[in-house]
């Protein structure tokens, strides 16, 4: 069904293999696993996977992830990083050749007397807890978890995540880098930002995700500056025009005043879409004239912005509120928050358009 709504995040997929092809070469012969949990991250898992041939395999975060995205991709490696959590989660990754992430005692035990090695079962993945304190076995724990499952015939790869890869300065994440070092092959420990940083160590697999979707994931360089594009942008149109006279008021609870005669347009958006509330009287809004400032508060389907300034802006018109021209990570920094955040929490509402001019 064609969609009658004017909000709707365009996915530039050409974008998206460019950024993985970045990926790619950052990642130097090692194989590249692209995360795409959390319906990747926003954009549309089953988009972004058609989209990623140049994707070794991929990461999701739970089984129901995995399930769904096997349907999608019949060949390739998928890796379910939380694991699974009991008997039947098991047997339903096994039957689904998914990858399980091992990373409590509880899992590997479950793991070992649930599987055997065979042609089709895919070697499990047993997580280090090199410093995070989030998941993984402590060292001692995975060493005796990867010699029992050595000893059934099993070859587990080791993987760990980094707590502080956005400042590889930190302490912290010299301590992980070092424990990382020493996992031996085969391992994984790389997401974005240590694969941006040049942080690859011992890695046979990297696990990029936000940069794929032209996110920041460093703390000093903006994607834009490391060659990386927005996959997803998005857009609206304005709903509605009026002037509004000064002293008069703008939206619920009346919390914009006029300080002038103003033109006042009415964007279909609102925190309804997962634009959130909480963005501030200011924010950006980009019109084809230029930046309008978001005045009043955000309703559930609609938001308001002066144009007073832009006198050629009109009823109807496209405007962006994040993504190309207007990166998503400045609204998140104005919330205090990530633009991983932003883009997992834009709504169902909101169609996802594709746009690939390679590829018809
Ligand atoms: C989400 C996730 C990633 C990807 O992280 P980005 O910062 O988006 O690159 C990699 N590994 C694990 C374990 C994750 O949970």
Known sequence: MASHRYARALIDLQAFRSNLALARRCAGG???????????????????????????????ADLDEGLQLRALVPERP????????????????????????????????GFMETRRPGA?????????????????LDSAAL???????????????????????????????QQQRAAAAALGAPSSACNSAA???????????????????GGA???????????????????SRILAVRTVPAGDSVGYGAGWVAPRESHIATVALGYGDGYPRTLPPGT????????????????????????????????????????????????????????YELLTRLGPRVPRVVEDPDHG
């Open 284 to 339: 950006p809004v980009l019109t084809a004239a230029g930046i309008a400032p978001l005045v009043g508060r955000i309703s559930m389907d609609s938001l308001t912005i002066d144009i007073t300034d832009l006198p050629s802006v009109a009823l109807g018109d496209r405007v962006t509120l994040w993504g190309k021209g207007l990166p998503v990570d400045q609204l998140a920094a104005a919330l205090g928050t990530i633009g």
């Open 78 to 109: 998928i890796v379910v990083l939380q694991g699974a959590h009991d008997r039947a989660g098991m047997a339903a990754a096994a039957e689904a050749a998914l990858t399980l992430v091992l990373h409590t005692p509880e899992q590997v035990a």
């Open 30 to 60: 090692r194989a590249v696993y692209a995360v795409v949990k959390a319906d990747a991250y926003g954009h549309g898992m089953a988009t972004i996977a058609g989209a990623a041939e140049a994707a070794d395999g991929f990461c999701v």
């Open 120 to 136: 089709t079962t895919p070697q499990p993945w047993l997580e280090l807890d090199s410093g995070m304190h989030r998941l993984g």
């Open 217 to 235: 994931s460093l703390a000093e360089q903006t994607p834009e500056a490391l060659g990386l594009a927005p996959v997803m942008t998005l857009t």
């Open 195 to 213: 694969l941006l940083a040049s942080d690859v160590t011992g890695d046979q697999i990297v696990r990029p995700g936000i940069m794929l979707y």
């Open 143 to 173: 060493a005796a978890a990867k010699a029992e499952l050595e000893a059934q015939g099993f070859s587990p790869v080791v993987m760990t995540h980094f707590a502080c890869a956005d400042t590889p300065e930190a302490s912290l994440h």
